[in-house]
Structure formats: structure tokens, C-alpha cells
């Protein structure tokens, strides 16, 4: 079994393995030794302790060195001892049934069992001893569950001989190493590492050549012309590849930045994106010693004060003299004193709109574990201000063959590449209006009018980002909370129709993450899928948000049939759009409705797994809550919560959501397993085949594949066999095929040749198969049928739903079935425990 990662690297334990734990219906009910859990709780320790405790027993045994006999009585203390006395600890021990099966495992088998089967606490010389002792008075009461205890140990004996104890003691022990290794593992919310490029990274007024009509005698566009060029065209991506740093990668490795990453990536956004096109080759400006030039109205490029750097670079990479001007200096700002030296204007790029620069070179934001890749702009326009070249830098240690890191890696370099074409705070203050006019004042010198000398860049006018103070509910009491908004006008208007509210000022960028995700990022709590958000978090979307952004930058015209839908809370209105979470879920806590697309359920309370699996609110996959505690309290504006179930008043202000950038909102996240010592892995993802857990793992039958989605049970999957239930109460949910015919949804099951009809929504399917000797039941509840076939289209139109109505008979599901018992094994086992007690009885009369 595979063990999930940590939902954040802030949360206090690890996503337990989610494994079945196995409940004891009654008081001479045996444990089940193939459940690896049975190891990692208390019973499952005391049946581990006796296992040692019986071999040490033997009179045979360490009969040549007594001093590991009391060694072994120690470890079999420590083994079954100590995961009650740290239960008891930290205060979560159930006194109903585990200080039941403590008494009953420790107290009565340990010492009257371990009495019978040779006084093993009998050790050293000269006859010393020192015995565990039963009152006569209680043998009566002990002998039925000592029988009990003889026979589920035998059956285990059974088990060792087939090498199955074995097994599953690995599997236990490396379920708890997974847990261990774990808790040094970050999220699978991958941050952004975008950086704004500093004033020095920066080219700015670098010349274009357009045609000539509508162009000054220099070639340069003149303003007032845009508006007349109606022409838009697919923005055209040149890619140079930095072959210093690539070439040393292995063949796999460049094949897949060559020929599918990139290429894949900038595929994207030429669909995406429309441009008005240049009319010939793009040069770049080479960069100043000082980066301080002259710029004359007269001159068609600016001249470096003190000459030009011997290497121009943009990010990473060293620029080629074919893709640069000339160097042009001036020794004094007057046209007489300045020259042109070094190697001539090069021939520059062709039919390019834009000129990335690609390397893979280990550098120092490299080191950080979280950083795949990043990118930036470094050369922009001089008419409108365009970015014309960027680089983007992919760390050698995230490239990966695996399909699962190729879609990441994919994901998050369309993510960078964006940020060089446009979306970047460093870039607001330069967007133009439909005409071609600044949206930012400008000064005498043609620049943005306020330098913002904090953060390195320019700031926006309040036409562009806006930023507005909200009263805020938090649990706590009402605060100012300062919100910053996108408010150009398609951004405004695609923002409103999305959630349904009017009242919207714009769309709100990120407020937390520091330089380079705060302001360059939608915020987390009203966008979390979209992907220009500050972290991928699970199924990242580029909506018509970020579209609408691109195209109110005035340098492109968005074409809106590539854009992907957004589900995050569309049409949840101004209480969603414009409130904090707290008060969203508040309200609807107090209206009895669904927390959506929020939730609740504690994922761990700092010592043990509380985790329990939900669908998405597209039922496209699995999801835990990942409302966990944190070390320290959260600032006031972001404690969402005046009552959680189990947690004292004074412990609220500590749990919020894993994810900070969605102001600690808790949600249902997406997650992965991941197997220690191996490159397996598997993400919640109903529609990927490849995420079946495999056919001995599949305890609650599940099916992943294109025609799967994930659908709530009403009560966890039990197993059951001669009186003994094994719980899978991690799973609320699971992924089931579904087709829809004649209708009706339909479900299926693994394992199954039989389809289950939906009749109406709510209707429980009750199912109940024989899966290895064991009787597996599990009630999967229907989700509604327009829900799941509202898009299916079959011969002759779209697929209609029938009305919801009761099912003929009245249930659905498999027919009854009896608890299978009574098995060949079983009747063994018993003969074997004749054997072993009157073998027992035997050696204590002769020793």
C-alpha cells in the first residue's frame, strides 16, 4: 500500500497510509493477521508480543545464553505496551474499546497464556525466578477468551508457515517508515518561483520595424496608428535553446525539452494569443555597463553612457551576436559625441513575435526543492512597451520521464511563460488601452510616473489595480481587510459573470507569497484552480480570467475557445466573491447548507490521522479536507472558525486550511501516494487509468479509467468472515465506472459484470461480493443523473435524463449473501492448537 504525501510542509504529521483497520465485534472475536494495520494500533501490538513471547517460551530455547530471555520479555513489553501508554498520553485513547481489548490482551492472555505455555518469565541461575501469577478465581473467567486468543494464534502460526506473516509484518514496518519519511515531504501544492526582473535585468525602448504604413521615418510605429490596425494575427514564439546547459542532460531528458516540453508550451499560448504582428526580423538592444543610456526623439535606438557589456544575457542565457543591434555609445549626450563598435547589427530572428530563451542550468533559486522552473521577460518594445524576449530556466532535478512529473512540469512552464509575456505586476504599469494609449501616466521621459524603489518595479495606476478596503468577518470580530482588484474592463466583466455579481470592482490578485506571487497571481481563496494562481495545487485551468488579463494588457487580442473552464465558484455571488471564507461558511453552517466549495473536516489534529476521502465538487476525483493545525496562531484576519468538532476554544485560532496563499481557507484537495524507495506513484485522479491501486489492493472496488468519476458512499466498506469486520474508514468516497443508457446513470463496480441503476438522486446502491474468502460490502450513494450525462451526447442528440422516480423494487444492489465461515484452514487450525496445548501440557509435566 502506498502512503499519501503531506498536504503543505506546515501540517504537524503525515498523511497516514490509507489503509483498512480492523474492528473486534466481540470479546472471543479473533484479529485478522493479513491486515498490515493490526501492527501500527494497540491489539495489533499484544498479537506481535505474544507471537514473541510464545517462541521465547519454549524451554528449548536460549537455553544456552538465559540473557536474552529477559531481553525478549522487554521488547515484547515495549511491543505491546507502548502505542496505549503514548495513546493515553495525549489524551486519545477510547476507554470504551481499547482499554476493553487492553485488559483483555494484556491482563488475562499475557499472563495466563504465557504461564501455560512455560513460564517464559522464569530466567537466570540457581532456580531464581520471577513469574507472572493468576488468581485460581479467574481462570473460569479467562479460559474462553484464552481459547479464542490459542485459535486466532494458530491460525497466525498457519500463516507463518506460508510466509504470509512474514509479509505483512514488512508491510506494516514499511507503513510505518512511509509515515516517518513523510513528515520531511512537502505538499503537492507546487509554488510559483516567479521573480519580478529587476530595473538592471531590464531592456527597455528596444526598436521594432514595422511597415511602413503608419510608421515614423525611423520604422517606429506611431501611437495614434494602433487603433487603425485591425490585423490580428497568432503570436508567433521563437525558441533558442542554451545547448551549454542542455546538451550535458541525458538524451531522454533533451529529447523531451526539444521536442515536447517546450514546443507543448508555447503551442498553447500561440493558440491562445493574437498580436499585430511585426514586419521584419526582431534584434534585441545589447546591455550598458552601467545601464544608464541616452535616448534622442531623433534616434531610432538608445546609446549607452559608458559602452556596452562584453556578453548580453536574458536570464540564463548568453544572447548570440545574431540577435543583437550593434553596440552604440555615447561619451557625452549630444549626437556628435556618440559611435558605434563592435560586431555589426546582426541579422536578428524572422517571423517571431516573441524570443524565449531556454536552459537548464542548476542555479541557486535551483536549490530550492520546490523550483521546477522559472521565467521572466528582459527585453520590451519601444513603441508599446511589448515584451519581446524572455527566457525560461528548467532545473535539472525536476526533469523527469514519469508521465505524472511531464504533466506538472508542462503545466508549470505554460505558468512561467505567461508571466514573460505579460502577467506579471512588473509589467501592469506598461499596459495600453484598446488605442494604444498608456492605462499609467507617464512622465516627460515616456516611463510609468511612480517607481515603486521596494519592490523594483513600476507601480499600475489605480485604472489598472485598484486596491480596496473590505469589512472582513473572522471569528474573532470584524477588521479592515485591504484587497488588491484587477479592474481593466473585460478582466471586470468576465470576473462578474463568472461568480454572478455585479457589485465586483474586478478580480482579486493574491495578497500573500511576497515579491514575484503576491500581485502577479489571482488570489487563491476565489480562483484555486485557475493556474495563474501562486500555487498548483490539483487539475490547474487557464480561464477566460487570465485571457481577459492578457487581452487588457493592449498587446494581445485572447482568443477565448482555447480558454478551460473554471468550476471554483462560479455563480456563488457577491457573499463568495466579495466576504472571506469564514463568513461564507458561517453563514451557510447556519442555513444548513453545504460548505461548498469549502469544508470542515479535520485532516489530523496534530497526533493522529483524522482523513477521510470526499470527491471534488466535479466528482473528477478523490480529495481530503486540508484544514490541519498549525504551531502558531494564525493572524487574526484568517481565523475562520468560532467552533470545530473535538478542538477547545482556545486551539481555533491554530487550524486553517494547509494552503496559506488561500488566506488559510480550508478545501477539499487532490492528493497523491507515493511508495518509499521507489518511483510509483499514483495521483487521486478517477479518469487516469493508471491510478488503479491494482487488484489486491483494491479494497473498496473501485475503477479509474475515461469513463470513471468519484461518487460519495453512504457508510464505509466493511470485510467480514466468521465473525470478524475489517473497516476501510478512511474512504467516503470512492472512483466507479458510470455509463449513461436508457435515461438513467449507471454504475459499475470492479469486479463486476453487473451494471447498477440510478433511479433517483440519493438512492443508495448496496453492493456485496466475495473477494478472497472475505464477504465485501460497501453502499454507494447516486449522485443525480443530470449531474454526470447532462454533456453526453448520443445518435440523434443530446442525452435526456429521465425524472427521478423509485426504483421498481425498491433496491438496488447484489442479493444477499452469507458470511462465508467454517473454511478447511480453520478446522486445521484448530487441530494444530489440540496439538500445540496438550504439546505445552506435555513438556511442563516432564521438565
Not at 27 to 45: H, K, T, V, W, Y
Not at 209 to 235: A, N
Not at 312 to 320: F, K, M, R
Amino acid at each position: 500500500m502506498m502512503a499519501a504525501t503531506c498536504a503543505s510542509s506546515l501540517d504537524l504529521t503525515c498523511r497516514i497510509a490509507l489503509i483498512p483497520r480492523e474492528v473486534v465485534v466481540s470479546a472471543s472475536a479473533a484479529r485478522n493477521i493479513d491486515d498490515p494495520s493490526m501492527f501500527l494500533d494497540e491489539c495489533g501490538m499484544f498479537h506481535v508480543a505474544f507471537v514473541i513471547a510464545f517462541v521465547a517460551g519454549q524451554p528449548h530455547c536460549f537455553t544456552k545464553c538465559h540473557v536474552l530471555r529477559p531481553l525478549v520479555i522487554i521488547i515484547t513489553i515495549v511491543l505491546a505496551g507502548c502505542p496505549i501508554f503514548v495513546r493515553y498520553s495525549l489524551g486519545t485513547i477510547n476507554p470504551a474499546s481499547e482499554w476493553h481489548c487492553l485488559y483483555l490482551q494484556g491482563h488475562s492472555f499475557l499472563a495466563y497464556v504465557l504461564q501455560l505455555c512455560g513460564d517464559i518469565f522464569s530466567y537466570g541461575s540457581s532456580g531464581s525466578t520471577a513469574a507472572v501469577t493468576v488468581p485460581r478465581t479467574s481462570l473460569s473467567i479467562l479460559i474462553q477468551p484464552v481459547i479464542a486468543f490459542c485459535l486466532a494464534f494458530m491460525r497466525d502460526l498457519l500463516s507463518v508457515l506460508r510466509n504470509v506473516v512474514c509479509q505483512d509484518i514488512t508491510r506494516g514496518i514499511l507503513t510505518l517508515l512511509i509515515c516517518i519519511f513523510a513528515l520531511s515531504r512537502h505538499s503537492n501544492a507546487l509554488p510559483c518561483s516567479y521573480k519580478v526582473p529587476s530595473h538592471d535585468e531590464l531592456t527597455l525602448n528596444v526598436p521594432l520595424s514595422f511597415s511602413s504604413e503608419g510608421t515614423s521615418k525611423h520604422g517606429r510605429r506611431l501611437v495614434r496608428e494602433v487603433q487603425r490596425e485591425k490585423t490580428y494575427q497568432p503570436l508567433r514564439i521563437s525558441l533558442y535553446f542554451d545547448q551549454a546547459s542542455i546538451n550535458p542532460l541525458p538524451v531522454e531528458k533533451q529529447i523531451f525539452i526539444n521536442s515536447s516540453l517546450l514546443p507543448n508550451a508555447i503551442g498553447f499560448w500561440e493558440q491562445a494569443l493574437m498580436i499585430r504582428r511585426t514586419h521584419a526580423p526582431i534584434r534585441l538592444s545589447r546591455k550598458c555597463r552601467s545601464n544608464h543610456y541616452y535616448l534622442e526623439a531623433s534616434e531610432p535606438h538608445p546609446s549607452c553612457v559608458d559602452r556596452c557589456k562584453e556578453v548580453t544575457t536574458c536570464g540564463e542565457v548568453a544572447v548570440p551576436d545574431e540577435h543583437l543591434f550593434q553596440c552604440r555609445y555615447c561619451a557625452l549626450p549630444i549626437p556628435i559625441a556618440c559611435t558605434s563598435t563592435g560586431p555589426a547589427d546582426g541579422s536578428g530572428v524572422t517571423d517571431a513575435d516573441f524570443l524565449l530563451y531556454v536552459s537548464a542550468v542548476n542555479s541557486n533559486r535551483c536549490k530550492n526543492e520546490d523550483t521546477i522552473a522559472y521565467a521572466a521577460h528582459c527585453q520590451q518594445e519601444a513603441d508599446l512597451d511589448r515584451p519581446i524576449a524572455g527566457h525560461v530556466n528548467i532545473c535539472p532535478s525536476a526533469l523527469s520521464t514519469h508521465l505524472h512529473d511531464q504533466e506538472i512540469l508542462l503545466s508549470t512552464v505554460k505558468h512561467e511563460i505567461l508571466h514573460a509575456l505579460g502577467f506579471s505586476a512588473g509589467l501592469y504599469a506598461f499596459f495600453r488601452d484598446s488605442k494604444g494609449n498608456p492605462r499609467t501616466r507617464r512622465n516627460r521621459y515616456n516611463r510609468p510616473l511612480s517607481f515603486n524603489r521596494e519592490r523594483g518595479y513600476y507601480d499600475a495606476d489605480n485604472s489598472t489595480v485598484k486596491t480596496v478596503l473590505r469589512n472582513w468577518w473572522t471569528a474573532e470580530g470584524v477588521v479592515q481587510h485591504p484587497v488588491h482588484l484587477m479592474v481593466t474592463e473585460h478582466v471586470r466583466e468576465e470576473a462578474r459573470k463568472h461568480f454572478g455579481c455585479d457589485l465586483l470592482e474586478g478580480a482579486e490578485l493574491e495578497n500573500q507569497g511576497g515579491d514575484g506571487t503576491a500581485l502577479t497571481h489571482w488570489e487563491k481563496r476565489l480562483f484555486e484552480n485557475e493556474a495563474m494562481t501562486g500555487t498548483h495545487t490539483q487539475n490547474p485551468v487557464y480561464s477566460r480570467l487570465t485571457l481577459a488579463l492578457m487581452e487588457d494588457s493592449g498587446w494581445y487580442k485572447a482568443n477565448y475557445e482555447i480558454a478551460e473552464e473554471l468550476h471554483w465558484g462560479r455563480d456563488l455571488g457577491c457573499n463568495f466573491s466579495m466576504k472571506s471564507c469564514g463568513e461564507w461558511m458561517n453563514e451557510r453552517q447556519s442555513a444548513g447548507l453545504s460548505l461548498a466549495p469549502f469544508c470542515d473536516d479535520i485532516k489530523h489534529d496534530g497526533q493522529k490521522s483524522l482523513a477521510t476521502t470526499r470527491c471534488t465538487d466535479q466528482r473528477d476525483s478523490l480529495a481530503l479536507c486540508n484544514l490541519v493545525p498549525y504551531k502558531k496562531a494564525l493572524p487574526k484576519e484568517y481565523r475562520n472558525f468560532p467552533y470545530l468538532g473535538g478542538v477547545r476554544k482556545e486551539g481555533l485560532k491554530h487550524y486553517g486550511g494547509s494552503v496559506e496563499l488561500a488566506d488559510f481557507c480550508p478545501y477539499n484537495q487532490e492528493f497523491e501516494w507515493r511508495a518509499v524507495n521507489s518511483t510509483d506513484r499514483r495521483d487521486s485522479r478517477c479518469e487516469l487509468e493508471g491510478n488503479f491501486p491494482g487488484e489486491h489492493a483494491n479494497s473498496i472496488m473501485e475503477i479509474y479509467g475515461n469513463s470513471s468519476k468519484c461518487f460519495d458512499l453512504a457508510t464505509t466498506w466493511t470485510e467480514r468472515k466468521c465473525g470478524r469486520v475489517k473497516t476501510y474508514s478512511q474512504y467516503m468516497a470512492g472512483c466507479y465506472g458510470y455509463v449513461c443508457l436508457d435515461g438513467r446513470l449507471q454504475l459499475e463496480v470492479f469486479n463486476s459484470t453487473e451494471l447498477y441503476t440510478c433511479y433517483h438522486t440519493g438512492q443508495k446502491v448496496r453492493i456485496k461480493q466475495i473477494v478472497n474468502g472475505w464477504l465485501r460490502e460497501g453502499i454507494i450513494v447516486c449522485p443525480s443523473c443530470a449531474e454526470l450525462c447532462h454533456n453526453r451526447r448520443i445518435t440523434g442528440g443530446a442525452f435526456e435524463c429521465l425524472a427521478d422516480t423509485d426504483p421498481p423494487e425498491g433496491y438496488v444492489g447484489d442479493d444477499y449473501i452469507e458470511e462465508p465461515c467454517g473454511s478447511i484452514p480453520h478446522l486445521l487450525s484448530f487441530t494444530l492448537l489440540s496439538f500445540a496445548i496438550l504439546f505445552q501440557l506435555l513438556i511442563k509435566i516432564t521438565w
